[in-house]
């Protein structure tokens, strides 16, 4: 009996000593394990804090997809204040950022870590025309609406960046040669639809007559301002596509009739152009083509003059016609375009 009582205190002897070695090598294996989180932890930051892994400078900003706004003005665009850490730069956030600006369409922004750098891929938008943005009628309850004429570039969708030309040509834009007055904003959607019709009327036919401006200021009575001189359209509806087509087939008119003494050309009914004069005594008669119907008449009066006037009461009594079909195929395309190709800002 005295034999196990003495085995079984020497092999509690022994475990004792075994626990206490364990505990003391778990203590190492702990203390060893917090030293190696707290080196990476502390090497995490040290690179990330290191100047190795900071954007320093605009130069560290690769921009791509930009046609024509140079690459230094998309860098000045980003509000980012150097030195900055890679990992504080939110791709996102820089993206809305860019976006925000109206003249950048979508951004996408990627970081690098090899090396430390960001990539923006931009598309931007292409301005059509410079707008002149109507001020806002007195009772507008519009709390965005404009108190006073200003200037703004508008791409074909509608959407207006405000800006005038002088910084426009300072941030190095290309603008259009189109210039639209009295536009607003609320006009968006009308504008998409008209330009589309102008943009697929000119691809159509190349040689189509030069418009340089679009007079919005009474959306019931549009008028361009063309090569020929002022065209009143009316309001904006279907008859766009018909009355530019009427309006190329006048394309030799000034080999008719001089047209400083035309006032204005009235494409409202395109099937029946009128020429509203100061005098058509000055101008004659063409001769009739054998066969053909009138494609134009020629109403006269001083107090007609004016880019909304309506023709003069007097003029409408007895008008002159000059026999011309409307159905002869238009003439040889001239070299210059209605409207520039958009250009990129």
């Known amino acids: 009996m005295a034999d196990i009582i003495s085995i079984s205190r020497t092999e509690l002897a022994d475990r004792r000593r075994r626990l206490r070695q364990q505990r003391r090598w778990r203590a190492l294996q702990a203390t060893w394990r917090l030293s190696i989180v707290m080196g990476m932890a502390g090497g995490a930051v040290w690179l990330l804090t290191h100047p190795a892994w900071l954007i320093?400078?605009?130069?560290?900003v690769t921009v791509e997809g930009n046609r024509l706004l140079p690459d230094d003005k998309v860098r000045s665009l980003l509000e980012i204040d150097y030195p900055k850490a890679l990992w504080q730069l939110s791709s996102d956030a820089i993206a809305h950022q860019l976006e925000s600006k109206g003249i950048i369409a979508q951004a996408v922004v990627t970081r690098h870590l090899f090396p430390p750098s960001l990539t923006i891929e931009v598309k931007e938008r292409d301005p059509v025309a410079i707008a002149l943005l109507a001020p806002a009628s007195p009772g507008s309850t519009d709390p965005n609406a404009t108190t006073s004429t200003t200037t703004g570039l508008l791409d074909a969708t509608g959407f207006l960046v405000p800006m005038d030309e002088n910084s426009a040509l300072e941030a190095g834009l290309t603008l259009p040669s189109l210039r639209v007055i009295g536009f607003r904003p609320e006009q968006q959607d009308e504008w998409a639809s008209f330009y589309r019709d102008l943009s697929q009327h000119q691809q159509q036919f190349p040689g189509a007559i030069a418009i340089q401006e679009i007079d919005w200021r009474n959306a019931s009575n549009l008028i361009l301002r063309t090569e020929l001189g002022l065209v009143h359209l009316g309001g904006y509806d279907s008859r766009l596509?018909?009355?530019?087509?009427?309006?190329?087939?006048?394309?030799?008119?000034?080999?008719q009739i001089n047209l400083s003494q035309v006032?204005?050309?009235d494409l409202q009914n395109p099937d029946k152009p009128l020429l509203q004069t100061r005098d058509t005594?000055?101008?004659?008669?063409?001769?009739?083509?054998?066969?053909?119907?009138?494609?134009?008449e020629v109403r006269s009066?001083?107090?007609a003059f004016g880019e909304n006037a309506a023709p003069d009461a007097e003029a409408q009594d007895a008008p002159a016609?000059?026999?011309?079909?409307?159905?002869?195929?238009?003439?040889?395309?001239?070299?210059?375009p209605a409207?520039?190709?958009p250009a990129a800002w």
Request: proline share 16%; glycine share 4%.
């Open 339 to 341: 409207i520039n190709a």
């Open 301 to 303: 009066g001083e107090n």
């Open 263 to 265: 006032i204005y050309i």
């Open 56 to 60: 320093l400078s605009p130069q560290q």
């Open 241 to 255: 596509p018909k009355q530019l087509r009427a309006l190329d087939q006048l394309r030799q008119l000034p080999t």
């Open 281 to 296: 005594r000055s101008f004659g008669t063409a001769p009739a083509t054998a066969g053909t119907q009138p494609a134009w």
């Open 321 to 336: 016609e000059i026999p011309v079909s409307p159905d002869v195929a238009p003439a040889p395309a001239i070299p210059s």
